[in-house]
T-cell receptor
Framework: DAGITQSPRHKVTETGTPVTLRCHQT?????MYWYRQDPGHGLRLIHY???????DKGEVSDGYSVSRSKTEDFLLTLESATSSQTSVYFC???????????FGPGTRLTVL | SQQGEEDPQALSIQEGENATMNCSYK?????LQWYRQNSGRGLVHLIL?????REKHSGRLRVTLDTSKKSSSLLITASRAADTASYFC?????????????FGQGTRLTINP
């Protein structure tokens, strides 16, 4: 998976609790992305980063925040998880566009 | 909202046959990409075609792009059982050097031995 790891790989949590997902890369790519994948919706972009401390919103950013304090790590935080945030979350990295994105193995999050 | 619409949603063929998947989109793009996803895994990039290109080949893959019709197709020739997967098109727009991808819902391809 092109030097990308995601942690945890599986998580079950309760509504209202905070959750942080981590994406770690060893490729030194500048650009990092968080997507969610749901049946019937394909993948949708949540947030992305174009450098350390530089982030922006994607298509479905409500209820999510991100942080990138160093090149290799991109954190996705659900401040107060809701059942609608049950999904599979994928992190991706890329070099300068236009270029392919490399995806991590995914984190399956269940919010009860 | 999803930009890409893929057709068909599911496709089942015999090994050795060709598989064609189609993707339509709504707005202008910088490039269009195709990805494959095996069950329970992350996505793997297959091919990227830029907006000024009409056709591109990579091994058994052939991608076409018609920007006037806002559509693309992915052809897999001489299919193999290992090609069984979901295939997604993604349209790309560039912001600050990053690529914002908008994915279609995908085509589930099954290759029967």
């Amino acid at each position: 998976d092109a030097g990308i790891t995601q942690s945890p790989r599986h998580k079950v949590t309760e509504t209202g609790t905070p959750v942080t997902l981590r994406c770690h890369q060893t490729e030194n790519h500048r650009y990092m992305y968080w997507y969610r994948q749901d049946p019937g919706h394909g993948l949708r972009l949540i947030h992305y980063s174009y450098g350390v401390k530089d982030t922006d919103k994607g298509e479905v950013s409500d209820g999510y925040s991100v942080s990138r304090s160093k090149t290799e790590d991109f954190l996705l935080t659900l401040e107060s998880a809701t059942s609608s945030q049950t999904s599979v979350y994928f992190c991706a990295i890329s070099s300068l566009a236009p270029n392919e994105q490399f995806f991590g193995p995914g984190t399956r999050l269940t919010v009860l | 909202s999803q930009q890409g619409e893929e057709d068909p949603q599911a496709l089942s063929i015999q090994e050795g046959e060709n598989a064609t998947m189609n993707c339509s989109y709504k707005t202008s793009i910088n490039n269009l990409q195709w990805y494959r996803q095996n069950s329970g895994r992350g996505l793997v990039h297959l091919i990227l075609i830029r907006s000024n290109e009409r056709e591109k080949h990579s091994g058994r893959l052939r991608v076409t792009l018609d920007t006037s019709k806002k559509s693309s197709s992915l052809l897999i020739t001489a299919s193999r059982a290992a090609d069984t997967a979901s295939y997604f098109c993604a349209t790309a727009s560039q912001v600050e050097g990053a690529q914002k991808l908008v994915f279609g819902q995908g085509t589930r391809l099954t290759i029967n031995p």
